[in-house]
């Protein structure tokens, strides 16, 4: 069974700019949940999708925005990237509905906005 | 708002010393609990989790917390720690049915010989 892996590993962008990051859950995962990690905070809560549609959304802007995909595979997207987007993104995967389930996560992209 | 606090931006303990990492909650009912471990260049690892009956919970590499409703607490705590566990460690939250799960600010742990 592989892990959840996330692509690419690193990215520099400017800021105006759009660009959209990858995860590949665990197979079997239903779940799958996106977190932003700025520098010497905790993770926040982007959004979570539940078989391809979203279920639950935190305080970010529409320009956040997510895919997921029946081949357990998703998507973060980012429209006209600011300065402060800069951060650690995470995916985690998990079975069935719900955060309160174990949620294994990915080694994140580190986005850096110039 | 709902909200998870660690007082304890960085902590540091000598190899084979005991550890606590602090973690209160504040929230309308008692949420699910959790900690969670983060090494470089890694995941976030979960440690262990609460979600009702007995306070005191065991997960891995030899962790333990302890839910106490009174104070608003998950502690974490080892009785000897190793090398190996200088990390950073976040406290999260999240009530049933609401699928935000609220992290701590976390704390880091370095380890001394």
């Known amino acids: 069974e592989t892990g959840v892996t996330q692509s690419p590993t690193h990215l520099i962008k400017t800021r105006g700019q759009q660009v959209t990051l990858r995860c590949s859950s665990q197979?079997?995962?239903?779940?799958v949940s996106w977190y932003q990690q700025a520098l010497g905070q905790g993770p926040q809560f982007i959004f979570q999708?539940?078989?391809?549609?979203?279920?639950g959304r935190g305080n970010f802007p529409p320009r956040f925005s997510g895919l997921q995909f029946p081949n357990y595979s998703s998507e973060l997207n980012v429209n006209a990237m600011e300065l402060d987007d800069s951060a650690l993104y995470l995916c985690?995967?998990?079975?069935?509905?719900?955060?309160?389930?174990?949620?294994?996560f990915g080694p994140g992209t580190r986005l850096t906005v110039l | 708002a709902q909200s998870v606090t660690q007082p304890d931006i960085h902590i540091t303990v000598s190899e084979g010393a005991s550890l606590e990492l602090r973690c209160n909650y504040s929230?309308?009912?008692?949420?699910?609990l959790f900690w969670y471990v983060q090494s470089p260049g890694q995941g976030l690892q979960l440690l262990l989790k609460?979600?009702?009956?007995?306070?005191l919970v065991q997960g891995i590499k030899g962790f333990e917390a302890e839910f106490k409703r009174s104070q608003s607490s998950f502690n974490l705590r080892k009785p000897s720690v190793h090398w190996s566990d200088a990390a950073e460690y976040f406290c999260?939250?999240?009530?049933?049915?609401?699928?935000?799960?609220?992290f701590g600010t976390g704390t880091r742990l370095t380890i001394i010989p």
């Open positions: 929230y309308g009912a008692t949420p699910y």
């Open positions: 609460y979600f009702s009956g007995d306070t």
């Open positions: 197979s079997g995962h239903n779940t």
């Open positions: 999708y539940y078989r391809e549609e979203e279920n």
């Open positions: 985690a995967s998990a079975e069935g509905s719900g955060s309160y389930n174990e949620q294994f």
């Open positions: 999260a939250a999240i009530n049933f049915g609401n699928e935000k799960l609220t």
